[in-house]
């Protein structure tokens, strides 16, 4: 692993997606990309005018500028602990844009949280974090939104539990895994993807094999949905 790409927002997700950033950069020696994807305020001029859009203007301006510093706050801050740390400024779309950072570093590994202002659409029709992890090229490692009575996980690795599915192969399973038992040189538990329930485990691994459809579901959507843990989601190679 040398390259790993963290999107950033600044929301209560950011820390603990660090917090797993600086973990596997420890164990593997890769470098931090810190990506931030601004998205600038439209200003609705088909709207009755009642006041000055000037002031709407400098205030995103403002927002732009506190962005740019808190980015080069943070990558500045791993740094200093010692880590080989750089930050992207985007603008535009957020899931095109990490996946277009992704392919233009060639990333190993993206780590993004589930954040939680999400609004009711996006638990219909899906999170962008979901999108990524489903299209990204590279393995992602997606942290639950968890419960304001919930702590924040610890990054740590002690266990891992990997979601089976009919699709899955023994040498698939064997490649996925080799390089994380390597690295963190812990146990690893199977169970079917539709009996991973509350697990105990501090990281599921699960390969997003994309079916589902109108009648049918993902495993890697429920796994996703459901888990507590953050989850690494695989997928399988093209022939």
Request: glycine share 6%.
């Amino acid at each position: 692993m040398k390259n790993i790409l963290l999107p950033v927002d600044f929301t209560d997700t950011t820390t603990a997606t660090i917090d797993w950033a600086r973990l596997f950069a420890r164990k593997t020696g890769a470098s931090i990309t810190l990506l931030h994807v601004y998205q600038p305020m439209l200003i609705d001029t088909t709207l009755p005018n009642m006041g000055d859009m000037g002031a709407g203007v400098a205030a995103a301006h403002d927002l732009e500028i506190i962005g740019q510093n808190r980015l080069t706050e943070l990558t500045e801050q791993l740094q200093a602990e010692g880590f080989a740390a750089h930050s992207e400024w985007r603008i535009g779309a957020v899931e095109e844009e990490v996946l277009a950072v992704s392919r233009q570093y060639g990333v190993d590994l993206v780590i993004a949280g589930h954040s939680g202002m999400q609004t009711i659409f996006d638990r219909l029709a899906g999170s962008i974090t979901d999108e990524v992890a489903h299209d990204a090229a590279c393995p992602v490692l997606v942290l639950p939104q968890l419960d304001d009575t919930d702590l924040r996980l610890p990054a740590q690795v002690r266990s891992i539990l990997y979601a089976m599915q009919p699709d899955s192969t023994q040498s698939e399973m064997s490649e996925q895994l080799s390089g994380l038992t390597d690295t963190f040189d812990v146990p690893v538990d199977y169970k079917p993807a539709d009996e991973i329930g509350a697990s105990s485990a501090d990281l599921i691994v699960v390969t997003d094999y994309k079916k589902g459809g109108l009648f049918s579901t993902n495993p890697a959507d429920k796994v996703l949905s459901t888990a507590k843990v953050p989850v690494l989601v695989f997928h399988p190679k093209k022939d």
